[in-house]
């Protein structure tokens, strides 16, 4: 089993300020990771997939990278909207039971 | 546009059972690959069930044995049938398409909670 670990658990950070959350894969999952958004009481929301191809509709602000264990997910300048949980996704592996990570939580300094 | 309706969820005695559906809408269910995600009361996301077409159904080892992934292509519902709940099956149930030529989850149901007590 591929386990999923995010760092840190919580990122408190101030509005206009960049945030850098990081995603490690204890094994090799090649650029097949996704980042999601989950704010309370909804579900999560597609920001990322291919490691770094963003989904249709978020923001430019809003970046991925890194490949086969470590990956990030940026965000260049901070939003009222954006503070959530955010939660990587591996999906490489066979058969197809994926990992999510345990989830950084953003919240205001 | 893509929904996934999820219903079935609610209160049940451990050892009960409990049928949840999702039905979609803006797609076919036979032409994706479909998934059963759960979350905990205040934790994270965990992959239950996936319903990989032609190539099978799998489950995560919590749920092996006791739950059953299933698709009806004439309603476009998919379907988890859980069997034996036990406490830690307490969650709220995502229904989630993957999205056209990979694996990632691309559209997300609003969920339907499960609560296993007696």
């Known amino acids: 089993e591929i386990v999923m670990t995010q760092s840190p658990a919580t990122l408190s950070v101030s509005p206009g300020e960049r945030a850098t959350l990081s995603c490690r894969a204890s094994?090799?999952?090649?650029?097949?990771l996704a980042w999601y958004q989950q704010k309370p009481g909804q579900a999560p929301r597609l920001l990322i997939y291919?490691?770094?191809t963003r989904a249709t509709g978020i923001p430019a602000r809003f970046s991925g990278s890194g490949s086969g264990t470590e990956f990030a997910l940026t965000i260049s300048s901070l939003h009222s909207e954006d503070f959530a949980v955010y939660y990587c996704?591996?999906?490489?592996?066979?058969?197809?039971?994926?990992?999510f990570g345990p989830g950084t939580k953003v919240d205001m300094k | 546009e893509v929904q996934l309706v999820e219903s079935g969820g609610g209160l049940i005695q451990p050892g009960g059972s409990l049928r949840l559906s999702c039905a979609a809408s803006?797609?076919?269910?036979?032409?994706?690959?479909m998934s059963w995600v759960r979350q905990a009361p205040g934790k994270g996301l965990e992959w239950v069930s996936i319903?990989?077409?032609?190539?099978?159904?799998y489950y995560a080892d919590s749920v092996r044995g006791r739950f059953t992934i299933s698709r009806d292509i004439s309603k476009n519902t998919l379907y988890l049938q859980m069997n034996s709940l036990r406490a830690e099956d307490t969650a709220v149930y995502y229904c989630?398409?993957?999205?056209?030529?990979?694996?990632?989850?691309?559209?997300w149901g609003q969920g339907t909670l499960v609560t296993v007590s007696s």
């Open positions: 989630a398409r993957l999205a056209d030529y990979a694996d990632y989850v691309d559209y």
């Open positions: 803006g797609f076919s269910v036979s032409s994706n690959y």
């Open positions: 319903f990989y077409g032609g190539s099978g159904t």
């Open positions: 094994q090799n999952v090649n650029s097949n």
């Open positions: 291919g490691a770094s």
């Open positions: 996704l591996q999906y490489n592996n066979w058969p197809p039971i994926f990992t």
